[in-house]
């Protein structure tokens, strides 16, 4: 797995130039570029999988030949009313590592946070669903002021790539 990053290209920009570094010869546009019907992203044929995320002055992309979700979130000042969401062993937690994790999952399912709120907490590093630990792989990154997180669903590596 390949973590594209930049604080200079647009989310489009990287990921033409992420396709490119992992040898994908189409650009990231129909026809090649599809969408599921909850909407995420994908590349058509025997192409690989990615996911891409943005944020005020940061976007990422993960590339690999599995499913993957990836998030990331600038670190600023939280909403108390944020926390109320919070299970009492996520409060003790660092939150964007939390928020970030969850994000991280739904959009390897290609889910919304939203729909799967209530049945997620994040704990000592994994993730659980209806109280029973989920078999993905989380990885945290924090990159200046910027927290990332990968979530794969088996054992993965990645390699940070800045461009």
């Known amino acids: ?39 995420k992203p994908y590349l058509a044929g025997d192409a690989p999988h990615f996911s891409l995320t943005h944020t005020k002055g940061l976007c990422a992309v993960a590339v690999g030949n599995a499913e993957v979700g990836l998030d990331a979130e600038l670190k600023r000042e939280v909403p108390k009313t944020v926390y109320a969401h919070l299970t009492p062993e996520e409060k003790e937690e660092d939150f964007f590592e939390v928020w970030t994790a969850k994000e991280a ?30 078999p993905v792989t ?7 002021n910027f927290v990332l997180c990968l979530c794969t669903q088996g054992p993965t590596e990645a390699e940070l790539i800045e461009l």
């Open 138 to 144: 989380l990885l945290h990154w924090e990159i200046q």
């Open 1 to 39: 797995m390949k973590l594209f990053y930049s604080t200079a290209l647009t989310p489009a920009q990287l990921l033409t130039c992420a396709l490119e570094a992992v040898g994908y010869p189409h650009p990231p546009a129909p026809p090649y570029l599809k969408r599921t019907e909850r909407g």
């Open 105 to 134: 999952y739904v959009k390897l399912l290609g889910d919304t946070l939203a729909s799967r709120y209530r049945t997620l907490r994040y704990c000592g590093g994994v993730l659980y669903e209806n109280g029973a630990p989920l």
